[in-house]
């Protein structure tokens, strides 16, 4: 069986794990501040702090910028629960926008017409590692028409004056937008280290503080990793100092920190993340296009245009003019040929939660057609060129089967 993304465990990761466990010290401490600060150096953005995971980092920020209830936050129809559930916790409204149909990514005339008085935040999605429109975002947050409906009830939103862009990085780790990575081309963005992603600490999560002046992004990285620490005044390595032990609780703060267990993973895989696991995932993503563009019945997934380059996520193929059975049909008959895939994703208004709270997919037509033709191939590390063949056959018979 042809799995769909197993993680790379490999010697490197086992001695650096191993390292830490004999270290004494397995949970935040030295790897992960040394991670934070080879992440920063990566992506270029100005300060960076671990977390658990993406969805625990979103909700620091939603949190830290003070949405709550009446404020509305948009964000894409087409991704994962995340991204919407962490708007749930803090009591605001997720107000979704349908997506490009070239792209997948959040569509941003859909999100100029969804801004309104309660819009407080902006979340876009790096669908499969390619980078949203950041430039046309930045541009329509900053735009006098846009502002001057901005109603600011914190301080921090009074200092920012208009809708902070908090982006869903969770895909696109070491991708590029007019040559810059993500966490650089907006506010904030959050990656994820989930087991699946590309680069893996087994659970985790970074948050990229980006803030512009008068914003001291250092400043608020300390107060993150407080409001991460249960609001506590010294994290357990100060505290261990001899005589240290005396602690204050400046607020009730969340529990979200990343253990050096976590980093120890993170430190191997970002020092070979662009010169080895990017380059063999672009290498997959073109064997993969050279086997189905130029076929009617494909449409290959955009990874890399004069602007953007992915970072090679997820290999999001279309099969032209299916109907979602159909599809669900062509799915069955892959697995018959032991290769697994998988769809992203199930969009928002189709899931139990979301259709309770009102949400229909009626209402986000091009979410709905992108998700009844998709079909995620595998993309990991160890997969062979072998391996890749042998998907594309069981793709094109499945094809053929389920469609003639
Ligand atoms: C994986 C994923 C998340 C959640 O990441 P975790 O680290 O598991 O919390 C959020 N958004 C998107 C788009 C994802 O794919």
Do not use: A, L, R, S
């Given at each position: 069986m042809i799995p769909f993304s197993p993680p790379r465990i490999d010697q490197k990761i086992i001695d650096e794990v191993t390292d830490t466990l004999k270290s004494g010290w397995i949970t935040t401490g030295p790897k992960t501040k040394l991670f934070e600060k080879k992440l920063t150096a990566y992506c270029g953005h100005k300060s960076t702090l671990c977390v658990s995971s993406a969805t625990a980092g979103l909700e620091l920020i939603l949190r830290w910028f003070g949405v709550g209830e009446g404020d509305e936050v948009i964000l894409p129809a087409y991704t994962y629960s995340a991204t919407a559930n962490v708007i749930v916790h803090c009591g605001a409204t997720p107000v979704f926008a349908d997506v490009n149909s070239t792209d997948f990514n959040i569509n941003v005339a859909e999100i100029e017409r969804l801004i309104?008085?309660?819009?407080k935040v902006i979340m876009p999605v790096d669908f499969a590692g390619l980078p949203c429109d950041y430039q046309e975002i930045n541009e329509l947050v900053r735009a006098v028409d846009i502002k001057k409906y901005f109603c600011p009830k914190t301080t921090i939103q009074k200092q920012l004056g208009r809708i902070l862009i908090l982006s869903d990085a969770a895909h696109s780790l070491g991708a590029e937008y007019y040559g810059m990575k993500t966490g650089s081309l907006t506010d904030i963005s959050v990656f994820s280290f989930h087991a699946v992603k590309n680069l893996t600490t087994a659970e985790g999560g970074a948050i990229a503080l980006n803030l512009p002046p008068p914003f001291d992004n250092l400043e608020i990285y300390k107060y993150l990793n407080m409001f991460s620490l249960h609001g506590q005044s010294k994290d357990a390595l100060a505290k261990s100092q001899a005589g240290n032990w005396r602690y204050d609780i400046v607020e009730a703060g969340y529990k979200a920190n990343m253990t050096d267990i976590s980093a120890s993973f993170g430190l191997v895989e970002l020092a070979r993340y662009e010169q080895d696991t990017l380059i063999k995932r672009q290498a997959i993503f073109e064997q993969y296009t050279n086997a189905f563009s130029g076929n009617s019945l494909f449409q290959v997934p955009i990874y890399q245009t004069e602007a953007k380059k992915s970072s090679w996520h997820v290999y999001a193929l279309r099969i032209n003019s299916i109907s979602e059975t159909q599809r669900d049909a062509i799915i069955s008959k892959i697995f018959e040929q032991q290769v697994s895939v998988n769809v992203h994703f199930i969009p928002l208004p189709m899931l139990s939660f979301y259709r309770k709270l009102g949400y229909e997919i009626l209402d986000y037509p091009t979410t709905y057609n992108n998700f009844s033709q998709e079909i995620s191939l595998p993309v990991y590390y160890n997969l062979s060129h072998s391996g890749i063949e042998k998907v594309i056959v069981a793709v094109k018979n499945a094809v053929k089967e389920v469609v003639g």
């Open positions: 309104t008085k309660k819009t």
